[in-house]
């Protein structure tokens, strides 16, 4: 599922990266290459890190608490699948709008049912988290928690005819980041429990 969703996210990015690259191309301004970079920089982060969870072999061990936090995300995902349903029922659109469409449903989707299963997930043998995993974690982490900012800003900020639009978005991103949020708040959690543990290590041993 994480191999999945790797590719059906960066599929689905493709078409907006690309219409969003004309449009700042055609303004001709100093700040269009660097703001280009930017953007497909941050746009690699959700491919990378699920690409990274599914090199790992197995997700790390999750408390029941942030296993609760999995059907919350894939449930803001439903909502917005839900949402776009009346868009597919609408007839003379582009063919490329078509495919975006497709594109982006098929990454929720994927999403979705990668979170079901995270929150299914019964950890047998524990397998640590490679170097990737780790950094590719903090990334996304990092990178969600700005993006979330700047979408929830958007949606105040958003006159009253945009808001189901900003409402749409922020739940994409929360399900989109919610595996990233999880298995980083997972390792920070095992992280703190070991350095906690070292002390009375060394005292039992004295």
Do not use: H
Request: with cysteine; proline share 7%; aromatic share 10%.
């Amino acid at each position: 599922m994480a191999l999945a969703t790797s590719i059906a996210i960066f599929f689905a990015l493709q078409i907006p990266m690309w219409t969003a690259t004309q449009a700042m191309l055609s303004t001709r301004s100093a700040l269009s290459i660097p703001t280009i970079v930017i953007a497909y920089l941050f746009s690699a982060i959700l491919p990378i890190f699920y690409f990274a969870l599914y090199r790992n072999g197995a997700p790390p061990p999750l408390s029941k608490g942030l296993r609760a936090l999995c059907p919350a995300g894939a449930l803001a995902g439903a909502s917005v699948m839900a949402a776009g349903l009346p868009e597919w029922m609408e007839s003379g659109r582009p063919f490329l709008t078509t495919v975006k469409m497709l594109l982006t449903d098929l990454g929720n989707l994927s999403c979705i049912l990668l979170l079901l299963a995270l929150f299914l997930y019964a950890p047998g043998i524990v397998v640590p988290m490679s170097r990737m995993l780790r950094v590719a974690t903090r990334v996304a982490a990092v990178g969600g928690g700005l993006w979330f900012i700047l979408n929830l800003a958007g949606l105040v900020l958003a006159p009253e005819g945009g808001k189901a639009g900003a409402i749409r978005t922020l739940a994409e991103q929360v399900c989109l980041f919610t595996a990233p949020y999880v298995v980083y708040l997972s390792s920070t959690r095992r992280t703190t429990a070991t350095f906690g543990t070292t002390p009375t290590s060394k005292t039992q041993r004295f």
